[in-house]
C-alpha cells in the first residue's frame, strides 16, 4: 500500500516534471527571472553584503559656511572624512541653496550659521541648520540622523576626528552584529521567492489542469489524492531546492554574502516554507479556485506579507488588528525562523516556537485540501 | 481621419467590455482602495506614538545617576522595560533568546564617571535580524539619555551636546508619511495599466477575438490607440478615486491637480506600451500577469516609491535612473507634496512621453511580426 503511493505519486512528480521542462515561460520565470531579479533586485538596492555602504554618501548637499571660522573649517573637514557626506559642494549661498532644492541638483544644504565657533568657545551648544528637501521620501530624515550622529561626536579641539570622541552627553554604544541590507534583503527574497513560485505553480498549475480538463482525468486514474498531492509536492520541492541555490549562489558568489548558518540548514528552512505555500495552493485548488483568481490572491498574498509579515516594518510593532492578522498569517513565522538561522545563526532546534505554527498550519492546510478533494473526487467537472 | 475614428470605436469597445465583466470592473477600482487601506496600516504603525517595545535593563551601576536614567527608561513610549537584572549576560541572553528584542547595560562606574569627567556611556545589544526595532531602541535609549543631560545634567554633571541639528524641511510641514502617498499613486496606476493590458491584449486573445479585431479594416495602430485611450481614461478614475481617498486622509494636493492627472496618464502609457511589448511575446493571461508582478515588487524598491532613489548603492541609483517610472513617481511628488509647478516637472514629462514613443513602434513590429 505505501509503496503504491510512493511509486503513484514519483509517477505523478514525473509527469510534473515533464511538462514543466516543455514549458519555456514557466523555466523562465520559477527558476531565472524570479530567483535573479530579486535577488539583483536587493544587491543593486543594498550594495553587496561585504561593503559599508551610507545611503548619505553620494547625495549631493550644499555646505554653507557663513562662519568661515576654524571650528566651522573643522566641522566641514570631520563630515567629509566621515565616509557619510562624500558629495559636499561648496560655493553657493545660503539663499540660491534654498532655491536650488526640490530642483534635483542638491538635496539638502547644511549652513554653519555666524558666531558657531564663538559659541563653542563659551561651552554653548554651536547650532547647524539643515535645509532638507523632504519632497523625497526618506532623504530629509536620512541626512538628518546621520548628520546629527556624526556631529554628535565632533570635538573642535581635536584635529582629526575620532568615531567616539564625545565631548559630553551619555553615549550610547550599540553592542552585537549589525548585518548588511543585503543580507537582510537575502532573507526578505529567500522566503518571497520561494512563495511566490510554489504558490503559483501549485494553485495555478491546477487550475490550469481543471480548464484543459486533465485535472479530471488525473483523478479518475487508480492514483490516489494522496499520491496526487505528494507527487506534485516532489516535484515543487525540487523546483525549490533549484531555486535555494540559485538565490544563494547569486548572494554568495556576486554579493559576497555570508549567511550564519548552513546550506543544509537554509534548504530545510526553505522547503518548509514552500511546503506551507504548497499547502496552500492545495488547499484553494481543492475549493475550484479559477486561474484567473489564483493570479489575484497571489498578489493579495504578497502584498498581505510585505505589510503584515515584517518586511517593511517588524511585526511587534504593529497595532490592533494588523498585528492580529500578522500573527495568523503562518508565513510570518517562517520569515522569523529564516531571519534567526540566516542573521543571527540560531539552529533550527532553538526554533520549535516558531517552527510549530508553519508545520500546524501546513497539516492543516494539506489535510483539509485533501479532505476537500476527496468529498468532491465523484464529481469529475470540479 | 480614419485613424481618430477608430481609436475612439476600440476605446468604447474596450469600456463597454470592461463595463460588462463585473470581475475585472471590481478588481480594477478595487486595487487603489486595497493598496491604500494596507498602506494606511503601515504608516499608523510608523507613526504610532507609543510602541512598548520589550526590552531588558541591566543596571550595574545602581549610582543616582543610573537609577534616574531606568526611571526614566521605564516610562518611555518607545521601548518598555521587562525585566530588571543584576548581570549582562541574562540581559544578553533575553535577546539571544528572542523574549526581548533589546537589552540596556548601565555599566558599572557610569555615575562616577558622569561626575568626574562629564562623559559616561551606556551599551545596548539588540535584535539586529529586525527590520525597524533596533533604530527604534537605539532612539528612544538616545532620547532618555539626552534628557538625563537636559534635566538633571548639573545633578550629574553631564554636559550638553557640542552641536545640534536644526532641521528645515523645504516644505515647510512637519515630518508625516505624506511624502509616500504620491509613489502609491504612481504604484496603482502602474499595477491598473498592467491589469489592462491583461485585459485588452491577452485575455482577448484567449477568447479569439483579438484576431477577429485584426481582420476588421481597422488599422492596427487604431487598435493600439484605442486600447492606450481607454487605458487612460481608466487611469483617470481611478486617479479620481485615489485622489478622493487621499483628501479624506487628511493629505493637501499643494500643485495642480490637472499636472497629477497628466503625470499619472503618461504613467499609464509608457506602462501600457511597455505590457504591449510583452503581450507581443507572452501569450497566456495568468503567465504575463505574474510576469508582471514579479517585475513589479522589485520596480517599486527602485523607482521610489517608498523611499527616494538617492538612498540606494549606486547599482540601484543606476537602475533607478533608467526607470521612466522612477521620474513618473518623482513628478508625482513634486506637484502634490511639495507644490511645484510644470517648468519643474518638464522633464520628468519629458522622458515618460519619449519611453512611451520608443516603446510603441517596438510592441507594433513585434505584434506584426507575431500576428
Known amino acids: 500500500m505505501r509503496l503504491k503511493l510512493l511509486s503513484d505519486a514519483i509517477a505523478v512528480a514525473g509527469n510534473e516534471l515533464r511538462q514543466f521542462r516543455r514549458n519555456r515561460t514557466a523555466i523562465l520565470i520559477s527558476l531565472i527571472v524570479l530567483p535573479l531579479f530579486f535577488t539583483m533586485t536587493i544587491g543593486a538596492s543594498s550594495g553587496g553584503a561585504t561593503t559599508h555602504f551610507s545611503p548619505t554618501a553620494d547625495i549631493p ?117 549589525v548585518f548588511s541590507g543585503f543580507n537582510v534583503g537575502l532573507v526578505v527574497v529567500l522566503g518571497l521567492v520561494q512563495i511566490f513560485a510554489a504558490f503559483y505553480e501549485i494553485a495555478g498549475g491546477i487550475s490550469k489542469e481543471r480548464e484543459d480538463g486533465t485535472l479530471a482525468r488525473i483523478l479518475v486514474t487508480p492514483s490516489g489524492i494522496a499520491s496526487i498531492l505528494l507527487g506534485k509536492t516532489l516535484f515543487d520541492s525540487l523546483l525549490t531546492t533549484i531555486r535555494t541555490f540559485t538565490v544563494l549562489g547569486i548572494a554568495v558568489f556576486l554579493f559576497g554574502a555570508r549567511p550564519n548558518t548552513d546550506v543544509g540548514t537554509l534548504l530545510v528552512v526553505s522547503l518548509i516554507i514552500s511546503l506551507l505555500t504548497m499547502g496552500f495552493g492545495f488547499l484553494l485548488s481543492a475549493i475550484r479556485v479559477g486561474a484567473r483568481a489564483v493570479v489575484i490572491i497571489e498578489f493579495f498574498l504578497v502584498l498581505f506579507l510585505f505589510a503584515f509579515s515584517g518586511l517593511i516594518i517588524d511585526s511587534e510593532l504593529l497595532r490592533g488588528i494588523s498585528k492580529d492578522i500578522s500573527y495568523a498569517l503562518p508565513w510570518n513565522y517562517g520569515f522569523q525562523i529564516l531571519r534567526r538561522t540566516v542573521l543571527i545563526g540560531a539552529p533550527l532546534t532553538s526554533l520549535t516556537g516558531y517552527l510549530l505554527p508553519v508545520l500546524g498550519a501546513t497539516v492543516l492546510f494539506y489535510v483539509s485540501a485533501y479532505g476537500i478533494f476527496a468529498f468532491s473526487r465523484e464529481r469529475l467537472a470540479f | 481621419m480614419r485613424v481618430p475614428r477608430d481609436s475612439l470605436a476600440i476605446s468604447f469597445k474596450e469600456i463597454r467590455q470592461l463595463g460588462r465583466d463585473p470581475i475585472s470592473l471590481i478588481l480594477t477600482f478595487m486595487f487603489p482602495i486595497v493598496l491604500i487601506g494596507i498602506f494606511i496600516v503601515i504608516a499608523g504603525a510608523f507613526g504610532a506614538p507609543s510602541y512598548n517595545i520589550p526590552v531588558a535593563v541591566a543596571d550595574l551601576d545602581n549610582s543616582p545617576a543610573s537609577q534616574v536614567l531606568v526611571n526614566r527608561m521605564t516610562t518611555s513610549p518607545i521601548i518598555r522595560v521587562v525585566e530588571l537584572l543584576p548581570t549582562e549576560d541574562q540581559a544578553l541572553s533575553l535577546v539571544q533568546g528572542g523574549s526581548v528584542l533589546g537589552a540596556v547595560i548601565i555599566p558599572q562606574g557610569f555615575g562616577q564617571s558622569l561626575l568626574t569627567t562629564g562623559r559616561a556611556f551606556v551599551v545596548i545589544q539588540t535584535d539586529n535580524s529586525k527590520i525597524t526595532t533596533p533604530t527604534l531602541i537605539l532612539a528612544a535609549v538616545n532620547i532618555e539619555a539626552q534628557n538625563l543631560a537636559s534635566t538633571s545634567g548639573a545633578q550629574f554633571g553631564v554636559k550638553q551636546a557640542t552641536v545640534s541639528v536644526i532641521v528645515r524641511p523645504i516644505s515647510g510641514r512637519p515630518p508625516s508619511g505624506d511624502q509616500i502617498l504620491p509613489g502609491f499613486l504612481g504604484m496603482i496606476t502602474v499595477l491598473g495599466a498592467f491589469d489592462d493590458i491583461v485585459n485588452a491584449i491577452t485575455r482577448e486573445r484567449e477568447r479569439g477575438t483579438f484576431p477577429r479585431l485584426l481582420l476588421s479594416p481597422v488599422n492596427i495602430i487604431s487598435i493600439y490607440t484605442g486600447k492606450m485611450v481607454a487605458t487612460v481614461l481608466l487611469t483617470v478614475l481611478r486617479t479620481t478615486l485615489v485622489l478622493i481617498i487621499f483628501v479624506l486622509m487628511g493629505l493637501t494636493i499643494h500643485g495642480n491637480i490637472l499636472l497629477v492627472y497628466l503625470t499619472t496618464a503618461l504613467i499609464a502609457v509608457f506602462t501600457l506600451s511597455l505590457g504591449l511589448v510583452m503581450s507581443a511575446r507572452i501569450r497566456g493571461s495568468s503567465t504575463l500577469t505574474i510576469l508582471e508582478i514579479t517585475l513589479t515588487f522589485p520596480l517599486f524598491s527602485l523607482s521610489g516609491v517608498f523611499q527616494s532613489p538617492e538612498l540606494l548603492a549606486s547599482g540601484g541609483r543606476a537602475i533607478a535612473s533608467v526607470l521612466p517610472w522612477t521620474y513618473g513617481n518623482e513628478a508625482l511628488r513634486r506637484v502634490i507634496y511639495l507644490g511645484l509647478g510644470p517648468s519643474a516637472i518638464a522633464g520628468d514629462l519629458l522622458i515618460l512621453f519619449v519611453s512611451s514613443l520608443v516603446m510603441m513602434p517596438i510592441s507594433l513590429m513585434l505584434s506584426r511580426r507575431t500576428m
Not at chain 1, 573649517?73 to 549661498?93: A, K, M, P, V
Not at chain 1, 556624526?150 to 584635529?159: A, K, M, R
Open chain 1, 61 to 177: 548637499i550644499a555646505f554653507i559656511d557663513k562662519d568661515v571660522s576654524t571650528d566651522s573649517g573643522l566641522l566641514l573637514q570631520s563630515l567629509r572624512s566621515s565616509g557619510d557626506f562624500n558629495n559636499l559642494i561648496l560655493g553657493y549661498r545660503e539663499d540660491n541653496a534654498v532655491a536650488t532644492l526640490g530642483s534635483g541638483k542638491i538635496y539638502a544644504a547644511i549652513v554653519v550659521p555666524n558666531g558657531f565657533e564663538g559659541s563653542l568657545n563659551n561651552n554653548q551648544t554651536g547650532n547647524i541648520i539643515l535645509y532638507a528637501d523632504d519632497g523625497e521620501p526618506g532623504v530629509a530624515d536620512q541626512i538628518s540622523s546621520t548628520l546629527s550622529r556624526d556631529v554628535q561626536n565632533f570635538n573642535p579641539n581635536v584635529v582629526v576626528q575620532a568615531e567616539t570622541s564625545g565631548l559630553g552627553q551619555i553615549e550610547v554604544l550599540q553592542k552585537g552584529a
